[in-house]
């Protein structure tokens, strides 16, 4: 029998203005948010379909539109909150598989197909990877674990730890994969565009900037 190829899980909200990086606002508008959303969500997928020997899919909140590249399944986003969303994500998955949300549109292919890799090591469930403010960027199961997200809350500075720690309870190996800084203000849009000046989220953040240095 052939071995499952993993999946890349990319979840996601349609960028609506107001329904999406609301954070960034002020100093954008909620348009400015929802350009730079779109742009971070297809820097996302394209990483995700370039990661080699993977099966990349779009978990969305919403319908899609021309921030979606063909090469991308899309399934969508089950009810409830987002533990219940992520759970259903990789119960789609089935296999192995590793989830990253929108807000790192620097991550690479290789950073991926790294993070996947680590499934397969001997003594390896779980991978996790940090970020800064104390979230998540990706995480990833060589199967499902039920339960996994139950009892973690979200968008809390102690989601990673939590997250780590739900994990060790379930009896979970989890490894760590490097962190990656994710934009939730406008001051880490810039810092990643910066640091990231090719990806499509950067010349938006860079459109944005110049139209904020010439509003009254």
Known sequence: MSKRAPTVLVLAKEPVAGRVKTRLCPPCTPADAAAIAAAAIADTLAAAAATAGARPVLVLDGAPGPWLSARVAVVPQSGGGLGDRLAA????????????????????????????????????????GLTPDGGWWIIGFRAPVPGAF?????????????????????????????PETDIDTFADALAVAGAHPH????????????ALAVRP
Not at 103 to 110: E, F, G, K
Request: aromatic residues 2%; positive net charge.
């Open 89 to 128: 994500a990789f119960t789609h998955a089935g296999g192995p598989a590793a989830l990253v949300g929108m807000d790192t549109p620097q991550v690479s292919a290789a950073r991926i197909g790294d993070a996947l890799a680590r499934l397969d090591r001997p003594g390896v469930d779980a991978i996790l």
């Open 150 to 178: 139950v009892g973690v809350e979200m968008s809390r500075a102690t989601t990673g730890a939590q997250q780590r720690a739900r994990l060790d309870a379930l009896g979970s190996r989890t490894e760590l994969v490097a």
């Open 199 to 210: 990806l499509r989220c950067a010349r938006a953040v860079r459109t944005v900037a110049q």
